[in-house]
């Protein structure tokens, strides 16, 4: 079950260049560690540390830059390596500047 907050945030990238992997309507997550950085990325955004559209900016950088550099074949594509990296240059530059969460 949702928080309004992950179903706001979910639904924000739905036909979006940032869409993550869905499968019978559900989201996919193929190891662990992707569905935890999954969750990080909208409890940290939930509670304030940054904007979801400050994270899903980032993210959408992130596979432009990927595809920029790969043949769209390439099995080495993951989409969650690519949310990592978003999450982690929000992240510091949300520590970098300061930012307090709201609540």
Do not use: K
């Not at 992707?34 to 939930?46: D, N, P, S, T």
């Not at 550099?69 to 300061?98: I, K, M, Q």
């Amino acid at each position: 079950m949702q928080t309004s907050f992950e179903h706001f945030a979910v639904a924000s990238m739905m036909g979006q260049p940032d869409t993550p992997p869905y499968a019978n309507g559900a989201l996919c997550f193929a190891e662990p560690w992707e569905r935890q950085a999954f969750g990080l990325a909208v409890a940290l955004a939930r509670d304030g540390h940054f904007e979801w559209e400050e994270f899903r900016q980032a993210l959408i950088s992130e596979i432009a830059a990927w595809e920029a550099t790969h043949n769209r074949s390439d099995p080495g594509w993951n989409y969650y390596e690519c949310w990592l990296t978003a999450l982690e240059r929000v992240t510091e530059a949300s520590l970098f500047a300061g930012h307090r969460p709201t609540g």
